[in-house]
């Protein structure tokens, strides 16, 4: 995962959603505050990959153009192999199966998305990719 | 020309501007974004086709077949350094870009 800037930080625009489930946060100013908001989200979400995050200035979501959410799908010669459309809309983890399958055509077929994947987790099958 | 030429050209007309400054406010940073939609009635939502803009509007500059962009971040447990090129040739990486909110 890479953590980026909040999708609906109070201080912009709220979320009904997030208000309903009580999540209240401000936008983070230091990459300390990012880091902790970045861990509580691994927690609650049950995100067990590897997560990094941008920094206060992000330099990484502008030029993946990713906020709110994205999903891209790097090969091994470090080129694009799949780019989501932007999120929320266009978060969809199948595809991201999908394009492992077509990068990793040797190894088993992906497993269907367990019924608690949400947004943030992609349906990563049994093959050899990295998630990050 | 007749009055209601007249009216559907003005809606018309009303309709597309509100379009292309849906679209521009789309392209704007997340932070600015963010507060100028605060004050956006949920109408607009119904009203303006909202999805095929923003596709369009967020579609960024990278192309499957580009180079990823490279980066190297840290880990939120502040245990190491992350670079994306460090996975050239060993394995395909997924990307899952996000946030809690």
Not at chain 1, 12 to 39: M, P, Y
Not at chain 1, 60 to 89: C, H, M, N, Q
Not at chain 2, 1 to 30: F, N, S
Not at chain 2, 53 to 61: D, N, P
Request: glycine share 6%; aromatic share 10%; hydrophobic share 40%.
């Amino acid at each position: 995962m890479v953590y980026i800037e909040e999708a609906h930080p109070i201080d912009a625009w709220q979320d009904d959603d997030n208000i309903k489930a009580k999540i209240f946060l401000h936008s983070t100013r230091t990459r300390k505050e990012r880091c902790d908001v970045a861990g509580t989200c691994l927690v609650k979400l049950g995100i067990e990959y590897p997560a990094v995050v941008d920094d206060i200035a992000n330099t990484t979501e502008r030029a993946y153009t990713a906020w709110p959410d994205r999903l891209y799908v790097i090969d091994r010669d470090g080129r694009i192999a799949y780019k989501s459309k932007p999120g929320p809309f266009g978060f969809h983890t199948e595809d991201v199966a999908h394009a492992l399958e077509r990068l990793l055509p040797d190894s088993q077929p992906s497993a269907k998305p367990s019924p608690s994947v949400t947004r943030v987790e992609p349906a990563i099958p049994s093959t050899p990719g990295k998630a990050l | 020309m007749r009055l209601w030429h007249k009216i559907v050209l003005a809606v018309l007309v009303a309709y597309g501007v509100l379009c292309a400054a849906a679209y521009e406010v789309m392209r704007q940073t997340p932070e600015r974004f963010g507060l100028i939609m605060e004050h956006v009635p949920d109408l607009a939502f119904i009203v303006l086709p909202f999805k095929p803009l923003w596709f369009r509007a967020r579609a960024g500059t990278l192309n499957v077949g580009d180079p990823a962009p490279d980066f190297s971040l840290p880990t939120q447990d502040n245990k190491g350094v992350v670079q994306l090129a460090s996975f050239r040739s060993a394995r395909p990486v997924v990307l899952v870009f996000g946030s809690y909110t």
